[in-house]
T-cell receptor
Framework: DSGVTQTPKHLITATGQRVTLRCSPR?????VYWYQQSLDQGLQFLIQ???????AKGNILERFSAQQFPDLHSELNLSSLELGDSALYFC????????????FGEGSRLTVL | DAKTTQPPSMDCAEGRAANLPCNHS???????VYWYRQIHSQGPQYIIH???NNETNEMASLIITEDRKSSTLILPHATLRDTAVYYC?????????????FGKGTRLSVIA
């Protein structure tokens, strides 16, 4: 158990819909990262937050947005969903914003039909 | 950050040592080598990291060559539960906000 909690674990929705994925970081961790892993694809970095502020941005689509709240939990919002958005979405956390030692949650599996 | 090269797959007999190589010939002086693994569709798990000295923890050992152009992750007594994709990642000490970039990794199959 990494200490990072992601909800929901599984989500099935239709094209055009909007979903929100939630992540609670390990106690004391200030930084949250979001990664996407499509079927047979590698882990793609989406975005990083540190203590409520955006720190780094990867190949995150404009239809996707994220935020980190004062209690340090984070949400990833995916809108106008397409079939290709079906993937595992992982959240990770770390104590600092620049460390390479990340702790990953078990992921949220999104299926878009 | 330097690029890494790993074999796409490897097999290892249960109980034997698994030696996973990684080439990072363009590594620079302030870049660390990190290893993660991902057991089927679970979240990636941090294993170990090092700069230039060999490192050991309860999970594995990391051997980095003197010229730092390659490294080997050693699982001393592989079990079936070690079957996973192993990622070798190079990341600079001063990378600041640069995120970890995962490549394709090595798929290790531990065979009974």
């Amino acid at each position: 158990d990494s200490g990072v909690t992601q909800t929901p674990k599984h989500l099935i929705t239709a094209t055009g819909q909007r979903v929100t994925l939630r992540c609670s970081p390990r106690s004391g961790d200030l930084s949250v990262y979001w990664y996407q892993q499509s079927l047979d694809q590698g882990l793609q970095f989406l975005i990083q937050y540190y203590n409520g502020e955006e720190r780094a941005k990867g190949n995150i689509l404009e239809r996707f947005s994220a935020q980190q709240f004062p209690d340090l939990h984070s949400e990833l919002n995916l809108s106008s969903l397409e079939l290709g958005d079906s993937a595992l979405y992982f959240c990770a956390s770390s104590v600092a914003g620049s460390t390479g030692e990340l702790f990953f949650g078990e992921g949220s599996r999104l299926t878009v039909l | 950050d330097a690029k890494t090269t790993q074999p796409p797959s490897m097999d290892c007999a249960e109980g034997r040592a698994a030696n996973l190589p990684c080439n990072h010939s363009t590594i620079s002086g302030n870049e660390y080598v990190y290893w993660y693994r991902q057991i089927h569709s679970q979240g990636p798990q941090y294993i170990i990291h090092g700069l230039k000295n060999n490192e050991t923890n309860e999970m594995a050992s990391l051997i980095i060559t003197e010229d730092r152009k390659s490294s080997t992750l050693i699982l001393p007594h592989a079990t079936l539960r070690d079957t996973a994709v192993y990622y070798c990642i190079v990341r600079g000490l001063g990378s600041g906000n640069t995120p970890l970039v995962f490549g394709k990794g090595t798929r290790l199959s531990v065979i009974a």
